[in-house]
């Protein structure tokens, strides 16, 4: 067997990592959680604009309740006076009878007002419950997502796990040269991880290229642990046919 054979079952190691990796990724309860964030900008978005909606209208229902509060009590002490008997003149009692009625329909005025504040509040009180209630239930559905994300990544987390300590196991069987190589090699992204090849045949298994007749000869001829590399695609190749004639 080759020397360098053992980077094949290195190279098998990396893939099934890369592809752990990426399934990591690609989980989806991590897309669930994308959804559900996306989903609860408008919904907080919306939450800020009814507290503001509601903290204006109880402002204004307080000072309308204030306002009526005040004609009340100037209603009351024109009523007073004009009923205390301390006024004689017709004229003067005619003009606070008007003074009084014209506070009583202000009044009236306001307070038809501040009905209709009370009920808009009672409605934006209504919104804010109801979204209070949809934020809880995305807080509970995102918690639950985040409980199975947790566990479908520690689940894949324990394999990477195992197959890193394989990994470790094997690597004292590959000289540091052709480690180095190796490394470097799958950098590439062309190569999508796999920058071990075997020559089968006189050709390369990466790339599917027959090697030249001359230039196999050589790779044959040289040491077990001496570094081949496919000159058309730049992997790393494994000996395993023997050496042909010319």
């Not at 053992?6 to 990592?17: I, S, V």
């Not at 004689?88 to 009583?104: H, T, V």
């Not at 890193?164 to 799958?186: C, D, F, Q």
């Amino acid at each position: 067997m080759s020397h360098l054979a053992p980077l094949l079952d290195l190279q098998e190691l990396d893939l099934a990592r890369d592809r752990l990796a990426a399934n990591r990724l690609g989980l989806p309860e991590r897309d669930a959680l994308l959804r559900l964030e996306a989903e609860a900008i408008p919904i907080d978005a919306s939450h800020a604009a009814l507290q503001a909606r509601r903290t204006a209208l109880g402002l204004a229902e307080k000072a309308l309740s204030s306002e009526v509060d005040g004609l009340a009590a100037r209603a009351k002490e024109t009523e007073q006076t004009l009923y205390s008997g301390s006024v004689r003149s017709p004229k003067e009692l005619s003009g606070l009878q008007a003074e009084m009625q014209a506070f009583r329909a202000r009044q009236g005025e306001l307070e038809t007002r501040e009905l209709a504040l009370l009920e808009e509040i009672e409605s934006v009180d209504a919104e804010i419950a109801a979204n209070r209630e949809a934020q809880e239930r995305m807080r509970v559905e995102s918690r639950q997502i985040e409980a199975l994300l947790r566990s479908a990544e520690e689940r894949i987390d324990g394999e990477l796990g195992s197959l890193l300590a394989a990994r470790s196991n094997g690597l004292p069987a590959i000289s540091a040269e052709v480690l180095a190589a190796y490394e470097k090699l799958r950098k590439r992204e062309r190569l999508a991880g796999r920058v071990v090849a075997r020559i089968l045949e006189g050709g390369c298994t990466g790339c599917r290229m027959r090697l030249p007749i001359h230039e196999h000869n050589l790779m044959q001829a040289r040491p077990e642990d001496a570094l081949l590399v496919c000159p058309h695609c730049g992997r790393i190749l494994v000996r395993s046919d023997p050496a042909p004639t010319a």
